[in-house]
């Protein structure tokens, strides 16, 4: 997991503790106040449960249930947001905004460190324009004026407010990835360590600091795990490629040819003494099936010529929040099918 997806995830769960607080004690005044409205209180009661519920099963939740529960947790205050302006009575409205105002930009802060730039503009966007409007629309109401909120012009200064804050936001993290990025490709490219010194291409360590680079970017990528389908000499460890023993001349050229056929924008190494591994900023399944095929009919052209033997090659998609190891799975389950097919071929699996 990237750097960014850890802060976002540390900077939840103290948001998580802090509104699971203040909503308590708003739900505790708001039933000992009688001037509190019983939407505040039930508001506050509901949002109170949900958040000591996800709290407490936090070390429980898988990623995905996490991001969910941000996304809601958004949905809320932007649905608190849009009904107190709208439909309910004035007296709401104050404290339904502070909410907001106070809730709102951490929650941005944390979506757009978690989901990317692009989503994280989306999403911002689309809250500040639900505000910005709500609000406008609903400073026209002549009720309005009993809580000195009857301007329209309040509804622009919101869009505006929340909409820069999003773009400088999502800047930021955008600078912070480019960094993480940078600082991976630095330390692929410098240290020889990661450096399988049989076929020139990454080993296990360096292909590990690669993924781990391509995690940080918080977006989907392809992986091509590539089986040598002729006969190697057996090996004592085959779950990693030790660059201490020597490996058949035809292997070392099978990974060039392999190589040669890999954009330089994706990362491709030996995984272990039969296989390679391709992490392809391709997410379209037909575009990625179709760029393995490739891979596989140029090399088998190649063995024609000086006896080199073929590949199988399992297909599998990396979606945010799951670990990568079961993405692996999905494509190491891939290359079986492709084996139990008659070996030379192409297999996908791209979901659990």
């Given amino acids: 997991m990237g750097s960014n997806q850890e802060l976002a995830l540390l900077l939840l769960r103290f948001l998580v503790l802090v509104a699971m607080v203040s909503a308590t004690l708003m739900m505790i005044a708001g039933l000992l106040i009688d001037q509190v409205s019983s939407v505040s209180v039930q508001f506050a009661g509901f949002f109170s449960v949900f958040l000591i519920t996800l709290w407490l099963a936090w070390h429980r939740l898988p990623l995905s249930a996490l991001r969910a529960g941000l996304m809601l947790g958004l949905f809320l205050y932007q649905a608190r947001w849009v009904s107190a302006w709208l439909f309910l009575p004035p007296e709401e409205v104050p404290v339904a905004s502070i909410a907001g105002i106070v809730y709102t930009p951490m929650l941005l ?17 689309v809250v500040a324009l639900a505000m910005g409007v709500s609000a406008t629309v609903g400073s026209m109401r002549p009720e309005m004026s009993t809580v000195a909120l009857d301007d329209p012009r309040l509804g622009a200064l919101i869009f505006v407010l929340v909409a820069v ?6 800047a930021w993290s955008a600078q912070q990835t480019l960094i993480e990025e940078r600082g991976f490709e630095n330390a692929i490219m410098q240290a020889s360590v990661n450096e399988d010194q049989a076929t020139g291409l990454l080993n296990r360590r360096g292909l590990d600091i690669a993924v781990t680079g391509w995690i940080s970017r918080r977006r989907p990528f392809g992986v091509m795990l590539i089986s040598l389908d ?50 392809s900023r391709e997410t379209d399944p037909r575009s990625l099936t179709i760029a393995a095929n490739g891979v596989r009919s140029f090399v088998e ?38 084996r139990e097919a008659g070996t030379n071929c192409v297999r996908s699996y791209w979901s659990s």
């Fill in 301 to 338: 052209e190649q063995s024609k010529k000086d006896d080199l033997g073929t590949v199988s090659i399992g297909l599998s998609l990396f979606p945010l929040f799951e670990p990568f190891e079961a993405t692996l799975s999905r494509a190491e389950q891939a290359v079986m099918e492709a």
């Fill in 109 to 125: 802060l944390i979506i757009g460190l978690m989901e990317g730039q692009k989503r994280g503009v989306v999403i911002g966007l």
């Fill in 230 to 279: 002729k006969p190697l000499a057996p090996s004592d460890d085959e779950s990693s490629a030790d660059a201490s023993k020597p490996i058949l001349p035809e292997v070392a050229k099978t990974a060039q040819l392999i190589a040669s056929r890999i954009p330089a924008s994706d990362s491709v190494g030996r995984w272990s003494d039969h296989e390679f591994l391709v992490v």
């Fill in 165 to 170: 804050y999003v773009f400088i936001q999502n």
